[in-house]
């Protein structure tokens, strides 16, 4: 009996020293992994706040644009435009036919930049590309005027100006070339400022026609460009181009 009594008080000795043993070791286990935890914690944030931000190469690539060469002929897509030469007017002239033609005069204070231009195109039915007009301001920021509205140059006669039949000159369906002007108006005080005439490499201009407009065919988009430039991005992200800088 006295036996069978110390054998009980060792294995409970023993079991009671296992209990303690353990718990300690897994107290000691959990403080160590809340340690790396909050070490690997801290190295992460470091590593955030030492990594350096992207680089804005908007300056290296607005210094590249002014070594381009002003183009008289763009290619984008199935369109080619031709005879791209922007000039600063007080009038917008389109829509001629016979010895008529009709024309915008720009309001006080501001000015017309202008340019004929011959669109050919392999499509029948095509989108014609955006150009729109900016000017670069004293933070290097190229900022948004207007987008250049698209006219027919001329009509084959009075009748289909007014929309009476097809001139087949003015419809891509049959004929392979077509011949627009590109006009918007630019506030005076803006001509002392570098101006660029930009394109966009997705078309957003759409043939539409109302029969009983005068024209009847129109062109028009609903697109838009980027108000303000001043991040490389927003130039190499919208797919934009240069055509022309007028100084």
């Known amino acids: 009996m006295q036996k069978e009594k110390k054998f009980y008080q060792k294995?409970?000795?023993?079991?009671?020293?296992?209990?303690?043993?353990?718990?300690?070791?897994?107290?000691?286990?959990?403080?160590?992994?809340?340690?790396?935890?909050?070490?690997?914690?801290?190295?992460?944030?470091?590593?955030?706040?030492?990594?350096?931000?992207k680089p804005n190469r908007w300056k290296f690539i607005l210094d590249s644009l002014n070594k381009i060469p002003n183009k008289s002929k763009y290619k984008e897509g199935q369109n080619i435009y031709s005879g791209l030469s922007?000039?600063?007017g007080k009038t917008f002239t389109y829509d001629?036919?016979?010895?008529?033609?009709?024309?915008?005069?720009?309001?006080?204070?501001?000015?017309?930049?202008?340019?004929?231009?011959?669109?050919?195109?392999e499509s029948k039915d095509p989108a014609?590309?955006?150009?729109?007009?900016y000017y670069l301001d004293s933070d290097s920021s190229l900022i948004?005027?207007?987008a250049m509205e698209y006219r027919f140059q001329r009509w084959?006669?009075?009748?289909?100006y007014l929309g009476n039949y097809l001139d087949?000159?003015?419809?891509?369906?049959?004929?392979e070339t077509v011949k627009f002007t590109l006009g918007t108006t630019i506030p005076e005080n803006l001509l002392k400022n570098k101006l660029f005439i930009v394109s966009i490499k997705?078309?957003?201009?759409?043939?539409?026609?109302?029969?009983f407009d005068n024209p009847p065919v129109s062109y028009s988009s609903n697109g838009k460009m980027v108000r303000r430039i001043s991040k490389d991005f927003e130039w190499t992200e919208n797919g934009y181009t240069l055509i022309s800088i007028i100084k």
């Open 168 to 175: 087949k000159n003015n419809d891509f369906a049959y004929s």
């Open 11 to 53: 294995w409970w000795f023993w079991l009671i020293i296992i209990t303690i043993v353990g718990v300690v070791l897994f107290d000691d286990g959990q403080v160590n992994n809340e340690a790396e935890n909050k070490s690997n914690l801290l190295s992460e944030s470091t590593v955030e706040k030492q990594m350096p931000e």
């Open 86 to 88: 922007f000039k600063v």
């Open 96 to 121: 001629r036919y016979g010895d008529t033609y009709h024309y915008s005069t720009a309001e006080r204070g501001d000015k017309y930049i202008t340019s004929n231009v011959n669109i050919k195109s």
């Open 144 to 146: 948004l005027v207007n």
């Open 128 to 133: 014609l590309h955006m150009f729109a007009l």
């Open 202 to 211: 997705t078309p957003s201009f759409i043939r539409s026609v109302a029969r």
């Open 156 to 160: 084959e006669d009075y009748g289909t």
